[in-house]
């Protein structure tokens, strides 16, 4: 609207009225095309389309393919089309784009970088003792340095007098009883006396005192004099975890690849490196320097040992950092345990394997090395440091015999063969995986969650305490890479890489069991003293009496030759301590004269009345007679200081080594009432009697066989000496 008293504009007409204007020039539009356009019908009827696509589908059916115009289509040879294409190009110009792809022909890949290593997880360590058998140096694989193995014993090693334990319950010693196997060989009767036998079956179940004992040791027939070295010696068992599937992962991430499994066989374990430190004297005993530990001590005693069947699953032992057992004489590595847990496994490996999956999966070790001779599989995967030169790696031998029919099939048989060769009933569904057949079992492992780090530390000094680290070496998966596939060139150089160091383990201490305890006090007689040793010479616990010891006397007896006139001169031995020895390995439990050696002196004695009557007469006790409640001896121990022993303080402990005593009298009684008289496997009914702990007698013979009895039980994994030297026998696992 315009203003008051004005008259419309331009601009307000158009705003006002534009919409009409434009509305009615749209309306006389269509008027205008309605009006003009012109309506008629279609003169050709819808049959007619039908008829000719007919008659045009009626004449393709009737031509034919003129011979003339068939050969501009005949195939032409690719290399003819090729040359002539070619021909008259510049030689410099044939095998070159002349042009710039504007887009790559294959996709780009990602730039590699270096891979993020993980270390060994929850380290523990705990201290143990082991009875083992060394073969005799000619008996080392050839090429060997045969320099002796460094074990620890009590010899020369003082400590601490023991029998201070305060403790009101007696608690159930452990001893170490026989093993649950077959008889071996060597014992009379048998095919191979005096040698050891290279047989392996079922692993033992035998045990410390809560173990049930059902059957017979190997080590406990007969006589013979085996052409071994056993010894007793402490150790320290140090485990740990290898988070595996993580670090493939880490490996996959890093290198860019397509599977787990690429990823798994890059992540290649060369070695590995030990460290421990020993506890000082202190309010903080860990102060010491670390300490690298030596691994070719162990390698070395492995070399001189039978191997024992692993409790632990195939799965998570690495050829590399888990040691292979050590083949026990007395014992079993399935309830040897310590604070934290089986001394062979980790607290994170829940189960340990039943004697049945033992025997199955030593068998199919040992038909894999059967089958991998025959098709000649068996080679070096080019060296590498830790346990890998004295054990068999299968899982790598697994992964070069998959895929080949004929390998496989030697396998299937192998594995059947050994099967019914320690048990002639066997069939799939008797076997520990019912239903699944031998080929089934040689699968490729899939990547395991956890890999065992497992290490016996038998350089260790009773009476110390340690805690150890470690970290793995591994080959550089980038090693020599092309510079052009590198994220960051750095990682290319060198041909290892180490895992951080793990965390610190727990303290392991390892007891020097030298224990003294007050038998009598006389004024009179002396002191009469009970001592009781765990001896490495036999591995087993001696008891040692001492009587009639005097104020700066030594509580120890050596044994000495003399000249005896009652024997024409002839040398006798005198002095020592007359006292009962069982040595398993011998198979003997008998009275001898050994030198018994402990650390202490004794320094002082008294003997005291917990109540005078005389010096209280107006108690008016009724007799003037109090039996001695109390007799006390101080001592000086190893380190000099001054140690106090009461019969009232050492009550129970005291009483806890004369069960221990008593307990392996028990386990082992059929060896020391036939010490002597057990010179034939026909005695052995006799041998066992009704209480032996093996159980019937008449079981144990029919064990033993008409040929000479079971051989011994041990894992097939150890090398034999044609594989330590490259060659492609198996020997005979």
């Not at 070619?86 to 002349?98: D, H, N, Q, V, W």
């Not at 040698?195 to 173990?211: I, K, N, Q, R, T």
């Not at 009179?524 to 008891?543: F, I, K, L, P």
């Not at 008449?698 to 008409?706: A, I, P, V």
Request: hydrophobic content about 35%.
């Amino acid at each position: 609207m315009s203003s008051s008293g004005s008259k419309p504009g331009f601009k307000d007409l158009a705003i006002e009225h534009g919409e009409k204007f434009i509305l009615g020039l749209v309306g006389l539009f269509v008027l205008i095309c309605i009006g003009t356009t012109k309506w008629s019908t279609y003169e050709r009827m819808p049959e007619e389309f039908s008829q000719k696509i007919d008659a045009g589908k009626a004449e393709f059916a009737k031509s034919t393919w003129p011979d003339t115009e068939k050969v501009t289509f005949e195939a032409r040879d690719p290399g003819d089309e090729v040359a002539r294409l070619l021909e008259g190009l510049p030689p410099s110009l044939t095998y070159e784009y002349s042009v710039k792809w504007v887009h790559r022909i294959t996709k780009a890949r990602e730039k590699v970088f270096e891979p993020e290593y993980l270390p060994i997880e929850e380290l523990v360590a705990d201290a143990g003792r082991i009875l083992i058998e060394l073969l005799p140096e000619q008996a080392l694989t050839p090429g060997s340095s045969g320099v002796g193995v460094a074990l620890a014993t009590n010899t020369g090693v003082d400590g601490p007098p023991g029998g201070n334990d305060k403790s009101t319950n007696v608690e159930r010693p452990r001893v170490e009883g026989p093993r649950v196997e077959g008889p071996r060989r060597g014992a009379p009767g048998t095919e191979n006396p005096g040698g050891s036998s290279s047989g392996e079956g079922s692993a033992s179940s035998g045990s410390y005192v809560d173990s049930t004992m059902t059957n017979g040791d190997s080590s406990s027939y007969g006589t013979a004099k085996r052409n071994v070295e056993a010894r007793g010696t402490r150790f320290v068992a140090v485990r740990g975890i290898f988070p595996m599937k993580q670090q493939v992962d880490k490996m996959l991430s890093a290198l860019h690849l397509d599977t787990a499994m690429e990823a798994y066989l890059q992540v290649r374990f060369w070695d590995f490196e030990l460290q421990r430190q020993t506890a000082v004297a202190g309010s903080n005993p860990w102060t010491g320097e670390w300490e690298a530990v030596d691994i070719d001590v162990a390698v070395k005693l492995l070399k001189r040992i039978e191997f024992d069947v692993d409790v632990v699953d195939e799965q998570f032992r690495d050829a590399v950092f888990t040691m292979p057992l050590p083949f026990r004489v007395t014992g079993s590595w399935s309830t040897s345990a310590g604070p934290n847990g089986i001394l062979a496994s980790h607290p994170q490996i829940k189960r340990l394997l039943s004697e049945k999956e033992r025997e199955e999966q030593e068998a199919r070790a040992k038909a894999m090395l059967r089958a991998a001779e025959k098709n000649k599989k068996i080679k070096e995967s080019g060296g590498g440091g830790g346990f890998k030169g004295v054990q068999v790696d299968t899982r790598s031998m697994r992964g070069s015999m998959m895929g080949d029919s004929t390998s496989m099939t030697d396998y299937n048989t192998s594995y059947n063969e050994v099967m019914l060769e320690g048990n002639p009933d066997y069939t799939s569904e008797s076997s520990a995986y019912p239903g699944r057949s031998s080929m089934g079992r040689m699968d490729v492992v899939a990547t395991p969650e956890l890999l065992m780090f497992r290490f016996l530390d038998f350089s260790v000094v009773p009476g110390n305490a340690y805690r150890y680290k470690v970290r793995l070496k591994l080959l550089n998966p980038n090693f020599d890479r092309d510079p052009g596939e590198l994220r960051d060139f750095a990682s290319r150089e060198g041909k290892y890489r180490f895992t951080p160091w793990s965390p610190i383990s727990t303290a392991a201490l390892v007891e020097d069991e030298d224990e003294v305890y007050v038998a009598k006090v006389d004024d009179r007689r002396a002191v009469s003293m009970d001592a009781y040793q765990w001896m490495s010479e036999t591995g087993s616990y001696v008891h040692g009496p001492f009587e009639g010891l005097d104020r700066a006397d030594r509580i120890a007896s050596w044994t000495r030759e003399v000249k005896s006139r009652r024997r024409g001169g002839d040398t006798e031995i005198q002095g020592g301590v007359t006292t009962n020895v069982l040595r398993p390995s011998d198979g003997t439990f008998m009275e001898e004269q050994l030198d018994f050696v402990t650390p202490n002196t004794l320094v002082d004695y008294t003997r005291d009345t917990l109540l005078n009557p005389e010096d209280h007469p107006d108690l008016e006790l009724a007799t003037k007679k109090i039996p001695n409640a109390l007799q006390k001896v101080v001592l000086a121990n190893r380190f000099g200081d001054l140690v106090q022993l009461g019969t009232v303080s050492q009550e129970t402990a005291y009483e806890r080594a004369k069960s221990r005593m008593a307990l392996q009298d028990e386990l082992w009684a059929h060896l020391k009432a036939n010490s002597v008289a057990a010179g034939s496997v026909g005695d052995i009914s006799e041998l066992l009697g009704s209480g032996s702990p093996y159980g019937d007698p008449s079981m144990m013979t029919e064990m033993m066989g008409q040929g000479g009895g079971n051989p011994r039980r041990r894992s097939a994994l150890k090398k034999t000496s044609q594989m330590m030297n490259g060659e492609s026998g198996a020997g005979s696992p």
